[in-house]
């Protein structure tokens, strides 16, 4: 199984600024996925970032607001920008081998907007 | 019991019992079904799937079944663990390769 961890695991960042958030896999995987999860909620898929190409944003997320890199098939970032309190959330990054159904979760960002 | 709080509903089980979660999915076309655990401050964790072709999975103290024709999806676990507390969710599949989750349920235990 693959093993995926997140910088920062948190932060309290102020209204109108930026944070960006790297998620590292141990092991090079096909898809990789960036989710919110709002506190007793179930998980929202943001989008999928492909490598080497623009991610593939899910209805109600846009680019502008959740830039998205994937340089390679084991390092992913998403940056939230321009933040709002709304923002505030936990950002969960995921992997997933096409060859196996099984999908690996890191630990999550847990962001807090002032 | 279960009942519905204000975000998950939550079920509270004595450590020795066997805990049943439910979850009700929507999309019909939905071929591969998934069953996660989080536990506090932690990212989802894979349990146990199915495949729509079968209708009941046995794991090392969890069983999964699905009934397509209700569209439901249960996970039991046997003797139930203080370490087993966490939430679960149930998370369906169809072409697109990507998990839908569902709402997701608390499972406390007690000692």
């Known amino acids: 199984s693959a093993v995926i961890s997140q910088k920062p695991s948190r932060d309290i960042c102020q209204r109108g600024t930026s944070l960006t958030i790297q998620c590292q896999v141990d092991?090079?995987?096909?898809?990789m996925f960036w989710y919110r999860q709002q506190p007793g909620q179930s998980l929202t898929l943001i989008a999928t970032?492909?490598?080497?190409?623009?991610?593939?944003?899910e209805s109600g997320f846009v680019i502008d607001k959740f830039p998205i890199s994937r340089p390679n098939l084991t390092f992913s970032t998403l940056t939230v920008s321009n933040m709002s309190p709304e923002d505030s959330s936990i950002y969960l990054c995921?992997?997933?081998?096409?060859?196996?159904?099984?999908?690996?979760f890191g630990p999550g960002t847990r962001l807090t907007v002032l | 019991g279960e009942n519905v709080g204000l975000h998950l509903p939550t079920l509270s089980v004595q450590e020795g019992d066997n805990s049943i979660i439910n979850c009700a999915y929507s999309n019909s076309a939905s071929d591969y079904f998934i069953w996660y655990k989080q536990e506090s401050g932690k990212g989802p964790q894979f349990i146990i799937d199915?495949?729509?072709?079968?209708d009941k999975r046995q794991g090392q103290r969890v069983t999964v079944l699905l009934n397509k024709t209700v569209k439901h999806l249960s996970l039991q676990i046997a003797a139930t663990q203080p370490g087993d507390s966490a939430v679960y969710f149930c998370a369906e599949r169809g072409g697109s390769y990507i998990p839908t989750f569902g709402r997701g349920t608390s499972l406390i235990v007690h000692p």
């Open positions: 995921s992997g997933r081998d096409r060859a196996h159904n099984e999908q690996f």
């Open positions: 199915i495949r729509s072709n079968m």
């Open positions: 092991s090079q995987v096909t898809m």
């Open positions: 970032a492909n490598q080497g190409s623009e991610a593939t944003y």
